[in-house]
């Protein structure tokens, strides 16, 4: 592992070097967030704070290629980036963690307890999760186009900042403000134009629907009725196919399910990981 100013770096299976942030690592709970998409660890700014004062330990890390993750040329598949993910955690040696994926991060999530189990993980959080899928399938058939996101990836070879800002126009139900808007957008943009092509590639090709059944730990599914990213249907099939899971309404929030009902958010979370 080597160290940064507030970072660390590690290595995954194929030496991928991964930023990690670990606040709090002699505190017993330990809280594993994975960001979503194009996004970076530091769009839990606002749940790192409420959990730091809970005194949990709280660890999260950037997707390769995304915020402060070391760009590769390959390696963007879900089974590489479950690996990634339990590269972390066996890293770090936790164990009974509850694990917390937003969007994409949903969908890594998934992928890993299907790959890993629950050895190491002992409540799962799925919010705003671009689950079964996030273009439209058999099983998901109010998934995004193809189409749709072939034009964010080709946005993103031609104009990145823009493919963000207009992205962002959809994330959010509520108006936050453009002092916000611009942070978000700005957090977006750290990761490479590789990474968030090569994520998107993912988002448009894979599919989780079958992992959903290998899940065997408590599972809360925190989704928006407003979401127009990952439509609220997505929570739907997530709850049908994840035995004894817990589906929590947010309805005045998209899919940025994390900011537009900040504090129930929050509190949703903390209620959970303590019972």
């Known amino acids: 592992m080597m160290r940064g100013d507030y970072v660390f770096y590690l290595k995954s299976s194929d030496n991928a070097k991964l930023a990690v942030e670990d606040i709090n690592p002699a505190h017993q709970k330990t809280v594993v967030l994975v960001h979503g998409w194009p996004i970076c660890q530091e769009m839990y700014e606002y749940q790192k704070d409420i959990l730091n004062d809970c005194r949990y330990r709280i660890i999260s890390y950037d997707i390769r290629g995304l915020g402060m993750s070391q760009v590769m040329g390959r390696g963007y598949d879900y089974d590489q980036l479950a690996i990634d993910l339990h590269s972390v955690l066996i890293t770090l040696n936790v164990h009974n963690v509850t694990l917390v994926g937003f969007s994409i991060g949903g969908a890594i999530c998934v992928r890993y307890m299907s790959k890993f189990g629950k050895e190491r993980v002992s409540k799962l959080v799925l919010a705003g999760a671009a689950v079964p899928s996030y273009t439209r399938t058999i099983h998901n058939p109010e998934g995004q186009s193809i189409d749709a996101v072939n034009q964010l990836i080709e946005q ?120």
């Open 156 to 275: 993103c070879y031609t104009n990145r900042p823009k493919m963000v800002h207009d992205f962002g126009q959809n994330v959010f139900a509520l108006n936050h403000g453009s002092e916000f808007m611009n942070w978000f957008t700005s957090i977006c943009l750290k990761g490479s134009g590789i990474g968030t092509i090569q994520t998107a590639i993912s988002l448009r090709d894979e599919d989780v629907y079958q992992d959903l059944f290998e899940i065997k730990v408590t599972t809360l599914i925190m989704h928006g009725v407003l979401d127009k990213i990952c439509p609220f249907s997505f929570a739907l099939i997530m709850h049908e196919c994840i035995e004894d899971s817990i589906l929590c309404k947010f309805e005045y929030s998209g899919h940025g399910i994390f900011y537009d009902e900040r504090e129930r958010f929050n509190q949703v979370l903390i209620d959970f990981i303590e019972q």
